[in-house]
């Protein structure tokens, strides 16, 4: 199963499954060792084994606490970039209501255009995990209407220059929500989360303590602890996938004040 599955099904599931699993090793794997492990051996080691388990505590949470952060960081960012990209193709939009009519028409209707491209195509492929460029011939063409017009007054000059730096913006944008498709949480992260999360649980189960059920549900909530965390991390780590992905809110309302304006 590839691990972009995951994204295939609603959170509240992913959370209950990672969740449900974590919870049951650990309390499957304290019960193993009370039974493998004697009592009065383990309680022998339980002050060396506490002061081992304490700095392994703290070490875990120190990366929990930078993969969170990095998670956290790349879905603000991938959402500001959305914002920004939306926002150059209204003031592309705009800037061309001080046009003639013959110039104005082509840069608009390209700003529409490309508006419905990354609604319609873009953000379906992003959803999938996939890059797309159905917006490219969108783009072209409204630079080729922007780079058309030929100002003729100093203040059709200043029009001018300001288009192009709104079309330059918006492509840098565009530019900015492409890397952020592509960007992730990287693999080896990962691999060390989860394996440093299995030892850390593995390793409490070394502690002594009197009652198994006591010493269950404590492996237990610390073992919810960590999966819970990883559900964060899984929900933010495609900020353009899943349940809790960046919306095309922006682009909606920017299509719908094109819709309201007279043409």
């Known amino acids: 199963m590839h691990p972009d599955m995951v994204y295939s099904f609603p959170i509240w599931a992913v959370a209950a499954v990672v969740s449900g699993g974590a919870v049951v090793g650990a309390v499957l794997l304290e019960t193993g060792l009370r039974f493998l492990l004697a009592f009065d051996r383990r309680r022998m080691q339980n002050d060396v084994a506490a002061a081992v388990f304490s700095v392994m505590g703290v070490l875990y949470a120190v990366l929990l606490a930078f993969i969170v952060t990095l998670a956290w960081d790349g879905f603000n960012a991938a959402r ?8 150059a ?3 592309v939009w705009q800037l061309a209501q001080g046009l003639p009519a013959d110039a104005a028409a082509p840069v608009r209707e390209g700003a529409r255009a490309y508006a419905r491209a990354v609604i319609a195509a873009e ?3 992003q959803a999938r995990g996939e890059r797309s460029d159905a917006a490219a011939s969108a783009l072209d063409g409204l630079w080729r209407a922007a780079a058309g017009f030929r100002p003729v007054t100093p203040a059709d ?3 001018h220059a300001a288009l192009i730096a709104a079309t330059t913006h918006l492509a840098e944008a565009r530019e900015d929500r492409l890397l952020a498709v592509e960007t992730t949480i990287p693999g080896i992260a990962w691999v060390v989360m989860v394996l440093g999360a299995a030892i850390t649980i593995a390793f409490g189960s070394f502690l002594r ?3 198994l059920a006591m010493h269950a549900a404590m492996s237990g909530a610390l073992a919810l602890s960590g999966a819970l965390v ?4 899984i929900a933010l780590s495609n900020p353009f996938r899943g349940d809790f992905r960046v919306s095309t809110d922006p682009f909606d309302r920017v299509l719908a004040r094109m819709a309201a304006a007279p043409e």
Not at 80 to 87: G, K, W
């Open 157 to 159: 000059t200043n029009l």
């Open 89 to 91: 193709v209204a003031d």
């Open 209 to 211: 303590a009197p009652s």
């Open 230 to 233: 990883l559900v964060l991390v």
């Open 80 to 87: 500001a970039t959305s914002f920004r990209e939306a926002a």
């Open 123 to 125: 953000w379906p492929a």
